[in-house]
Nanobody
Framework: QVQLVESGGGLVQPGGSLRLSCAASGSIFSRSTMGWYRQAPGKERELVAAISSGGRTNYGESVKGRSTIPRDNDKKTIYLNMNSLKPEDTAVYYC??????????????WGQGTQVTVSS
């Protein structure tokens, strides 16, 4: 069974920075595109950042230039580094794994989420 565990959320001051972690269990990590999504109250879920198994990255427009998504294959962990945080960044941040197996369609797995609140 695949399990994604997020950590690192909390209260951050405007202009501050954060580092989120997502640890993946099982054997799917090396074949998965990993990503971070977020959902604020009253808003739709949106992409924050993603990184493919080959190291290609994609960032949401709202965080471009402020975020990086490092990938540690040995620890089966991805991170989200974000600086210059704004109140608009307040949301629940979810870790996602899209597993591309040899056969069949991709499979999506989600963590339970970690709350990030940007406020003074």
């Amino acid at each position: 069974q695949v399990q994604l565990v997020e950590s690192g959320g909390g209260l951050v001051q405007p202009g501050g920075s954060l580092r989120l972690s997502c640890a993946a269990s099982g054997s799917i990590f090396s074949r998965s595109t990993m990503g971070w999504y977020r959902q604020a109250p009253g808003k739709e879920r949106e992409l924050v950042a993603a990184i493919s198994s080959g190291g290609r990255t994609n960032y949401g427009e709202s965080v471009k230039g402020r975020s990086t998504i490092p990938r540690d294959n040995d620890k089966k962990t991805i991170y989200l580094n974000m600086n210059s945080l704004k109140p608009e960044d307040t949301a629940v941040y979810y870790c996602n794994a899209r597993y591309s197996g040899y056969y069949g369609p991709p499979e999506d797995y989600w963590g339970q989420g970690t709350q990030v609140t940007v406020s003074s």
